[in-house]
T-cell receptor, first 111, second 116 residues
Framework: DAKTTQPTSMDCAEGRAANLPCNHS???????VYWYRQIHSQGPQYIIH???NNETNEMASLIITEDRKSSTLILPHATLRDTAVYYC????????????FGPGTRLSVLP | ETGVTQTPRHLVMGMTNKKSLKCEQH?????MYWYKQSAKKPLELMFV???????ENNSVPSRFSPECPNSSHLFLHLHTLQPEDSALYLC???????????????FGAGSRLTVL
């Protein structure tokens, strides 16, 4: 599975859009991009995933570049409850999942 | 409530004790996972089970012994642990199969373990 690189930390003002980047320059054609987040001392929570098209759900939007080497998770109107560590993972689909989390980006939403 | 229930939520044990962590899901998933999260460290994958069969063991010491009696239940048996094993232990489940949904994991709230 491709390595992903994320900034260690980011700040965002409450009510503004939070744009979290992820680099996955070695991603292969059958690897999806997944985003999870972990609010302090809780289990991680799935947010969204995509292959090459942009995706949107009730939580966030995922923008994947045309060459698929990077992506951006967008929280359109960040709230204080969005303060968390956000993980970007590139993963192919196969039997026997070895789903590995990296250090992620610590997003702080400021009042 | 995520659909994945872990008990106990908090556990304190001595190094000579034997205890078990329990995880239960009724989401119809066939894959279950144990992760360990030490303070200020990323999650570490420990074990993966698919249809009750262990498919991943991430070089975990034998003092951690998993058990998966059926697709809905997962245990982590603990014996002769060390203080450095103190951590948050997270259970997760997901569908199995070669589709993108197989990587959509649902996590429990975790069991916080302190080894004295």
């Amino acid at each position: 599975d491709a390595k992903t690189t994320q900034p260690t930390s980011m700040d965002c003002a409450e009510g503004r859009a939070a744009n979290l980047p992820c680099n996955h320059s070695t991603i292969s054609g059958n690897e999806y991009v997944y985003w999870y987040r972990q609010i302090h001392s809780q289990g991680p929570q799935y947010i969204i995933h995509g292959l090459k098209n942009n995706e949107t759900n009730e939580m966030a939007s995922l923008i994947i570049t045309e060459d698929r080497k990077s992506s951006t998770l967008i929280l359109p109107h960040a709230t204080l409850r969005d303060t968390a560590v956000y993980y970007c993972i590139a993963k192919r689909v196969d039997y026997g999942q070895n789903f590995v989390f990296g250090p992620g980006t610590r997003l702080s939403v400021l009042p | 409530e995520t659909g994945v229930t872990q008990t106990p939520r908090h556990l304190v044990m001595g190094m000579t004790n034997k205890k078990s962590l329990k995880c239960e899901q009724h989401l119809g998933h066939n894959a279950m996972y144990w992760y360990k999260q030490s303070a200020k460290k990323p999650l570490e994958l420990m074990f993966v089970y698919n249809f009750k069969e262990q498919t991943e063991n991430n070089s975990v010491p034998s003092r951690f012994s998993p058990e998966c009696p059926n697709s809905s239940h997962l245990f982590l048996h603990l014996h002769t642990l060390q203080p450095e094993d103190s951590a948050l232990y997270l259970c997760a489940s997901s569908p199995s199969g070669a589709n993108s949904g197989a990587n959509v994991l649902t996590f429990g709230a975790g069991s916080r373990l302190t080894v004295l």
